[in-house]
């Protein structure tokens, strides 16, 4: 059905809203996307109503337009770019995600090798940055050091804050895929107290990652080649997902005009909370907290009780309403890296897989449709794979940072670039005058 258009877009269809108490009616253009719900176009509905729409925690709101990553909770279908998560997890490497995420194709072979040259000779950070870890406490999270360097970098590298500056934007972009993992071990090495170790060009980017981590310049290092793989899959689950908290945290941050360091240290920040990228470590307290296959349907019942806030970490999502498909690769990725290593029989993970089976044969999770997601076996893997629990979120941003900064990059590059600024509904005091204090009781 032809309809009006809002801007460069040819509406698909057209939504009649009506007011009872007025008789009020107003006709909304309807836009379908690629895949997926459509969408009502609410953009000019205030000025037309003077209404707001109201969506706390944005429920049923489409923020921005987009092309990089596609989910279908239903379904338990997620596409980077066309691509399904498991066809990437399976056959791609995270510098080849990271190169779709933000260019919108899988690279040529040439493309990919000059991608994969850039990114691994952007990997050293600024030699003063060493001193900058230096004013954390030992005991700092490594999360909270994330947050002030990474905030901290467009001091450290003011000749890619222009955000006019399409080149500047790329080299940007570059940087901070390349810097995070370097940033993130120092972060780990500081709360050890070991020296920190430079990346290392001969090695892949997972390969540099644990090197950086685990390495000291006392001895060789060895890449285990399966614990590398896992790393990588691990950061290439990471990668994107669609306009979560942390996303939409950069691309309001972003919409201000602000520097893509801030921005993405904006995102580490919302990341960090227990809901979203903190749950990997929750998982992990939540099972040691557990402590027994025995005491399951005690954590169970206690999920289920209203009166209760706890809630079993790991578990549902927003928008998958089934398998998040991210788990069933980590799940498995989880079973190689302990094969690996020999570890038969990991306590926690014994925890995990009967919590698992037994919340998928229990009605109030089937009735609320809560299923495992990403967090609930990446800790256990991050763990085996060496990981100290308040690392675990650390790694989350350092795979989640080529998604942030591809949305940024893409709410930047939209034609109609403009200030997020959502309204509210009010319901504060009304209008009323100063009380000087010697009249107050
Ligand atoms: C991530 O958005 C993303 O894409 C995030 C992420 C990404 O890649 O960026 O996928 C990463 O953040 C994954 C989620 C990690 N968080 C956790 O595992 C924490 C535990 N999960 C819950 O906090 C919760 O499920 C959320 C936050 C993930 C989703 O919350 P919603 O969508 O706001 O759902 P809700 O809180 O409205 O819950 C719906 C119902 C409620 O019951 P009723 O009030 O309807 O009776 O389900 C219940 C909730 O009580 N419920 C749970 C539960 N999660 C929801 N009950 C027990 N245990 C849980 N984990």
Known sequence: MAGSSSGSRAAAGRMTLSDQRSGDSWELDVFDGTLGPSVIDFQNFYAKSGHFTFDPGFTSTGSCESRITFIDGENGILLHRGYPIE??????????????????????????????????????????????????????????????????????????????????????????????????????????????????????????????????????????????????????????????????????????????????????????????????????????????????PEYIARAKDKSDPFRLMGFGHRVYKHYDPRATIMRQSCHEVLDELGIRDEPLLGIAMELERIALEDDYFIEKKLFPNVDFYSGVTMRALGFPETMFSVLFAVGRTVGWISHWKEMVEAPQRRIDRPRQLYTGAEKRHYVPLDRRA
């Not at 905030?151 to 940087?175: E, K, N």
């Open 87 to 296: 066809e990437l997890a399976a056959d791609s490497d995270y510098l080849e995600v990271c190169y779709l995420l933000l260019h919108g194709e899988l690279p040529t072979p040439a493309e990919k090798a000059e991608f994969d040259d850039i990114i691994t000779h952007h990997t050293m950070v600024h030699e003063q940055l060493r001193y900058f870890y230096r004013g954390f406490r030992r005991d700092a999270h490594p999360m909270a050091i994330m947050c002030g360097v990474v905030g901290a970098l467009s001091a450290f590298y003011p000749d890619t804050t222009d955000i006019a500056d399409p080149r500047q934007r790329l080299i940007a972009a570059h940087r901070l895929v390349a810097k995070m993992p370097t940033l993130a071990a120092m972060a780990y090495k500081s709360s050890v107290g070991q020296p920190y170790m430079y990346p290392r060009n001969d090695l892949t980017y997972a390969e540099n990652l644990l090197f950086m981590t685990f390495g000291v310049p006392a001895e060789d290092y060895e890449p285990n080649p399966v614990l590398a793989r896992a790393m990588d899959r691990i950061l290439i689950l990471h990668a994107d997902h669609e306009q979560n908290a942390s996303t939409s945290t950069v691309r309001i941050a972003g919409s201000s005009g602000a520097n893509p360091f801030a921005c993405i240290a904006s995102g580490i920040a919302s990341l960090w909370g227990p809901a979203h990228g903190g749950a990997n470590q929750a998982v992990m307290a939540m099972l040691r907290e557990i402590g027994s296959k025995e005491r399951i």
